[in-house]
């Protein structure tokens, strides 16, 4: 019997699986995990991003998939984002097995790493990065690294449940560094942005509207 976690835009949950390992949801993501782990093998689905805590067992491995891509877990505490199929994201802070797709070999993620994963091509890349500006998302912070204003604002249409528009293409590409708190008003997220950069925010009900100050 499979239960099954719906985790609506603008909205966090964290739950604990039958085996001990936690789970951390984000904004606009779905987990099926079996009400009890009874076979040899661990096996969730994931769609969107989230963040495990995996309670390690020798006797039985963890597997998370999402369509066609799988990921094999050694006993750690990993973050996985879904959100693009094109671009799955993995970062450890112990030992994955990590595969764009079943017809592709297992390459090994070792900590503050990151792997991504075309699950359509079945290219994959694995690079060393700042872990942490990545999962912060897990404890309410905003963390930008050269992160592009078009990236930043995907994360905030889904933990706000807002939608954006840029009135120039050209500032999807504006960079951002930054550490702050998600602040519960969105307007004062906006304003350290726009405090920062030459780019302007308005809100409009649900509607951020993005232009050139």
Do not use: C
Request: aromatic share 14%; glycine share 6%; hydrophobic share 35%.
């Amino acid at each position: 019997i499979y239960n099954k976690v719906i985790v609506p835009r603008g909205g966090e949950f964290f739950l604990t699986l039958s085996d001990g390992t936690g789970v951390w949801l984000n904004a606009e993501s779905e987990l099926e995990y079996p009400v009890k782990f009874t076979s040899g093998e661990r096996h969730v689905k994931l769609k969107g991003e989230a963040y495990f805590s995996v309670k390690k067992d020798t006797t039985k491995p963890f597997f998370v998939t999402s369509g066609a891509y799988r990921l094999r877990v050694y006993g750690t505490e990993f973050n996985m984002n879904t959100y693009h199929k094109e671009r799955i994201q993995v970062l450890v802070n112990g030992a994955v097995g990590f595969r764009a797709n079943a017809s592709t070999p297992e390459r090994r993620l070792k900590p503050n790493q990151l792997g991504e994963a075309n699950e359509i091509t079945g290219e994959v890349e694995i690079k060393d990065v700042d872990v942490y500006s990545y999962i912060a998302w897990k404890n309410q912070d905003v963390v930008f690294v050269n992160e592009r204003l078009e990236s930043i604002m995907e994360k905030i249409e889904r933990w706000y449940d807002v939608s954006v528009f840029f009135q120039n293409d050209s500032l999807k590409d504006v960079r951002f560094y930054g550490n702050v708190q998600r602040y519960a008003d969105i307007r004062d997220l906006l304003f350290f942005l726009e405090k920062t950069s030459d780019v302007h925010f308005s809100v409009k009900d649900r509607t951020i509207i993005v232009s050139n100050k």
